[in-house]
């Protein structure tokens, strides 16, 4: 069992930065692959970014060259690093986890992931 909880969203000026965070607790086998996802109204959720226990990742196209993702081992907390925020990127923002260590930076669909938080709220105003 994997307990993830994310904090860090809010309301933030087009332009502007956001961290998230997400504390994660329970089995070490299920933090093989974490990632960010977010979900628009009406819309799909989408991968944002993907990184595997060795430390390699992936952004997602919307958020290349814009956003980043890490990890504190020590603390167990998953980060979404957000610059330049567009009114686009407005969504809720999951973290996720999954043991598989293989296809993970490939696993860029929503299915089959082992763990999900609860979700933060990110708003970007123009």
């Known amino acids: 069992q994997l307990e993830l909880v994310e904090s860090g969203g809010g309301s933030v000026q087009a332009g502007g930065s956001l961290r998230l965070s997400c504390a994660i607790s329970?089995?070490?086998?299920?933090?093989?692959?974490m990632g960010w996802f977010r979900q628009a109204p009406g819309k799909e959720r989408e991968a944002v970014a993907l990184i595997r226990r060795d430390g390699e990742a992936v952004v997602a196209g919307a958020g290349q060259d814009r956003f980043g993702i890490s990890t504190d081992n020590a603390e167990n907390i998953l980060y979404l690093q957000m610059t330049r925020l567009k009114s686009e990127d407005t969504a809720m923002y999951y973290c996720a986890a999954d043991w598989n260590y293989a296809v993970c930076l490939a696993h860029l669909t929503s299915t089959n992931w082992g763990a999900w938080g609860q979700g933060t709220e990110v708003t970007v105003v123009s």
């Open positions: 329970g089995d070490s086998y299920m933090r093989n692959c």
